[in-house]
């Protein structure tokens, strides 16, 4: 697997690879600051969760950076800046991101299902291979209009209803593909991204990707219960491309529209206020405003009581229905394989 370095950036054939495959590895992207991200990192679940000691759950933040003095000041580095120009183009737009400890495997799953031109910036603070659960991507997988992506699609939980396995519950593949068991997604071909601390992957959100169950079995435990090789800690930033240089005026009007309801209903399904916590909303960083500046007043249609405590990463009955009943960007589900 081809590895980027910081240098690469820019280069015309970082871009070509990630418009391909669907996503680029770039080692030691963080290597300077990977000890102050990963000493932030912990304050902040600290914050959130406090010394938890639940060895199965997964830990999900969102709006992780925008409370982070310090980690928001990351989405204004040059190089940030630098590599989403060259991946999405002028002007684009940073949209949120969440904080993430994962004790065990996600199934195969797209982030979004979209025709607006986006990525997430994931940055891994532990080492991580294809035994200790390493993230699995599909290459080409992005392509959602084809017969390829098409098909792989008919098999997912997302879009569609949510169930436990992925590639496995509508028996779309037949039995034995279900990544959340032991070994199982290792049946899917896929590529494992192998990831040192301080290296990034970037990926675009349709791509269809995974993790599974650390293979490794240790009884060391961590502050926050998980066995030692089990534990991830990651953050992800995400970002989407400016659709205001759009020629086709029918064809900008219908991304800024599906972009705003997609926020719209992914706030009001982490149950958030707006759409970006303090550190970045108030931010005095004239990029990180430049960033923002699109959708920094969004707000929720319908304000919902309480606060969204990581226990669960599913989406809301109402992004369901909305993807589900309306799939403004659904497959052609009537291919036949030639």
């Known amino acids: 697997m081809k590895n980027f370095l910081v ?21 030691g992207f963080f290597k300077d600051e990977i000890s102050d991200i990963s000493r932030e990192f912990n304050t902040s679940m600290d914050k959130k969760f ?16 925008e409370y982070s003095e310090y980690l928001s000041t990351l989405v204004a580095k040059e190089k940030i800046v630098l590599l989403m120009k060259n991946l999405l183009g002028e002007d684009p737009i940073f949209t949120g991101s969440d904080g993430n400890i994962f ?28 035994t200790s659960g390493a993230l699995r991507v599909i290459p080409g997988s992005h392509f959602i209009d084809d017969k390829f992506s098409a098909f792989l699609g008919d098999g997912l939980t997302w879009p569609e209803q949510p169930f ?27 590529a494992v991204i192998e ?11 349709n791509l269809i990707h995974c993790t599974n169950f650390a293979l490794k079995k240790s009884f060391k435990w961590t502050k926050y219960g998980f066995r030692k090789q089990n534990i991830r ?29 997609l926020f719209q209903i992914e706030m009001e399904s982490f149950k958030l206020d707006r759409r970006f916590g303090p550190a970045i909303h108030d931010s005095k960083s004239k990029t990180i405003q430049n960033f923002i500046v699109p959708i920094k007043n969004l707000k929720c249609r319908s304000q919902k009581e309480g606060s969204f405590d990581g226990k669960y990463t599913k989406q809301s009955d109402e992004c369901m229905q909305y993807h589900n009943n309306t799939k403004p960007f659904g497959y052609n589900n009537n291919l036949e394989i030639n």
């Open 50 to 65: 406090g010394l938890k000691k639940e060895q199965t759950r997964n830990y999900f933040y969102p709006q992780f950076i």
């Open 164 to 190: 436990e396995g992925g590639f496995d519950e509508k028996a779309f593949f037949g039995k034995g593909h279900n990544p959340t068991k032991y070994k199982e997604n290792s049946l899917i071909p896929s």
């Open 195 to 205: 990831i040192n601390p301080g290296d990034i992957i970037v990926f675009n959100h």
């Open 7 to 27: 240098k690469d950036i820019s280069s015309k054939e970082l871009k070509t690879f990630f418009d391909i495959f669907g996503f680029i590895k770039i080692s």
């Open 233 to 261: 800690r990651m953050f992800g930033m995400h970002f989407f491309s400016n659709p205001k240089d759009v020629k086709n005026e029918q064809l900008r009007k219908s991304l800024e529209d599906n972009m705003e309801t």
């Open 103 to 130: 004790a065990g495997s996600t199934p195969w799953h797209r982030d979004y299902l979209i025709k607006n031109r986006s990525c997430k910036v994931l940055s891994y603070l532990d080492e991580v291979d294809g």
